[in-house]
């Protein structure tokens, strides 16, 4: 059984072995510090005797640690494809078989195979932490069969010799779960951390994933980086990729801004799922809501603009009635820059009020039986946000600074004050997190900030509600379209 076993790991390994991989650092974005590093690699490949002539040190194991899809294999291909070099690739889970002494053989099999080659070259294990961790729960024969790879690695490591010109580089999400004979002094000389893509690094991932895509002159990749805040590497070459896929399915030759946020929508909600609201007085309902929203954002945002004063409120992007994830509608906001997120005054916390009640107002504007019940996540985004503005901020339509007690009778006060302000911004993205009451029932100020809140909450209300009133026909149209249209 072994036998077979071994030779079936042996086909594995080599089915594994990879030619030169033709990707070069111009095609890893947004990690030019990491590359930079990497350079010295690149170096030792190119000429291993040089680094021995010179008493210099040879790189020998690098570890990557980032979240899956930050580059991590990208980045080990394109020190393969500078270096001209060929590169060995397995998974670190296909070392760990039921199969006790597999996964050992199929490492031995690995670095013979990489040596005979008598040149330099790169193997890259993926996932090294499935055969490095710390013995876990599994059971016995699982660690049985890990402990014995485990061993082989730490064994095939050591037994590099610098002029043999084998660099192994391994990769990981959970760089804490290694166990500490890997971790150990001169198995692995160097420790590179990969992050998340800032907004410059996101720009740049863009581009070079837009390279080989014809885009329309509409696209601004940019405002995609922006509005894309969290995501990794894998994740936007997604999203352009659905763009694209978005475009065959039009027939079109060319990717346009509409296709991109379609592929986002994608990437981000999932699919889109079977409609509910089949019944036309419901998805008449929630045209209109989500028509009013957006309506009320544009129309407030050109008010300010008219006058000269600074917007507050993004451009909308989309409004929508295709249902994804968890939401059946939704308006989709171009995010600012990041400055726009580090402060805010009460005129924009108001601006935003508006908006977020300017669905129900759309209701009340147009249906003769008054507002539905949609809005009722709405209704608590708006009331909790009013309630910061009161309590934490000071910053009422009274502009009266409620007092705060600094009692902490429950516990509640303690976590009112890290409530920030891009808990606030996230109610208008629609991702509101729950804001703790900040005081205690017994408390008296209660009342009065209550009273406060419900007042901005209040006036915001008519505010919308005249406003839609008076663009009634606008709102109209806008809700017959996007009936049609799903999406605008
Ligand atoms: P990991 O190994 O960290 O899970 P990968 O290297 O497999 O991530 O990334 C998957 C894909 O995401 C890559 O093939 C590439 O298309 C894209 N990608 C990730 N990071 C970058 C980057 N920094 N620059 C360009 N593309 C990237």
């Keep these: 059984d072994l036998l077979e076993a071994q030779e079936f790991a042996q086909s594995k390994a080599q089915a594994q072995k990879r030619g030169k991989t033709g990707i070069m650092f111009a095609d890893v974005a947004g990690a030019d510090s990491t590359l930079k590093e990497l350079q010295e690699v690149v170096e030792f490949l190119h000429n291993p005797l040089r680094f021995q002539a010179l008493g210099a040190k040879a790189p020998k194991g690098i570890l990557l640690e980032g979240e899956p899809g930050t580059g991590k294999t990208l980045i080990a291909k394109a020190v393969a494809g500078e270096a001209n070099v060929p590169f060995y690739q397995m998974s670190g889970s296909e070392f760990v078989e039921f199969i006790v002494g597999v996964g050992a053989a199929r490492i031995r099999d690995l670095f013979k195979r990489a040596r005979a080659q008598g040149e330099p070259c790169i193997i890259f ?131 346009t801004r509409s296709d991109i946020y379609n592929g986002m929508d994608r990437v981000l909600q999932g699919v889109r799922r079977p409609a509910l609201p089949s019944y036309l007085r419901v998805r008449y309902c929630m045209a209109l809501h989500e028509s009013g929203r957006a309506l009320a954002a544009t129309l407030l945002r050109r008010q300010r603009l008219a006058e000269g004063l600074p917007p507050h409120l993004e451009r909308v992007e989309r409004v929508s009635i295709v249902a994804r994830g968890s939401q059946w509608t939704r308006t989709v906001f171009l995010r600012g820059s990041d400055e726009d997120y580090t402060m805010s005054t009460r005129a924009r916390l108001q601006q935003r009020l508006r908006v977020i009640l300017a669905g129900r107002a759309a209701e009340d504007v147009m249906l003769k039986e008054g507002p539905t019940t949609y809005s009722m996540g709405n209704m608590r985004d708006a009331m909790n946000m009013a309630l910061k503005m009161v309590s934490n901020y000071g910053l009422s339509d009274a502009g009266i600074t409620v007092h705060v007690p600094n009692t902490d009778v429950t516990g509640f006060m303690t976590r009112a004050f890290e409530v920030n302000v891009d808990n606030i911004d996230a109610d208008l993205f629609g991702s509101s997190t729950q804001n703790p009451y900040p005081y205690a029932p017994q408390d008296p100020s209660v009342d009065l900030v209550r009273r406060e809140a419900m007042e901005l909450v209040s006036t915001a209300y008519m505010e919308s509600v005249a406003l839609l009133h008076k663009h ?17």
Excluded: C, W
Excluded at 203 to 219: E, F, G
Excluded at 474 to 481: P, R
């Design 125 to 255: 294990v993926d996932e090294i932490d499935a055969l490095g961790a710390r013995r876990a729960q599994a059971g016995e024969r699982a660690d049985e069969e890990r402990e014995q790879a485990l061993n082989q690695l730490l064994s095939e490591m050591d037994g590099f010799t610098p002029d043999s010109g084998i660099v192994f580089i391994a990769a990981t999400n959970r760089a804490d779960l290694l166990d500490p004979a890997l971790m150990r002094a001169g198995r692995f000389d160097r420790k590179i951390r990969i992050a998340r893509p800032d907004m410059r690094g996101r720009y740049q991932i863009l581009k070079v994933h837009a390279r080989k895509r014809p885009m329309a002159p509409d696209v601004d990749l940019m405002q995609v980086a922006r509005d894309l805040p969290g995501l990794s590497g894998a994740e936007l070459a997604n999203v352009l990729n659905e763009g694209a896929l978005e475009a065959v399915r039009k027939g079109a030759d060319i990717i």
């Design 472 to 488: 009634q026909a606008a709102l109209q149209a806008l809700t017959d379209k996007l009936l049609d249209d799903e999406t605008l």
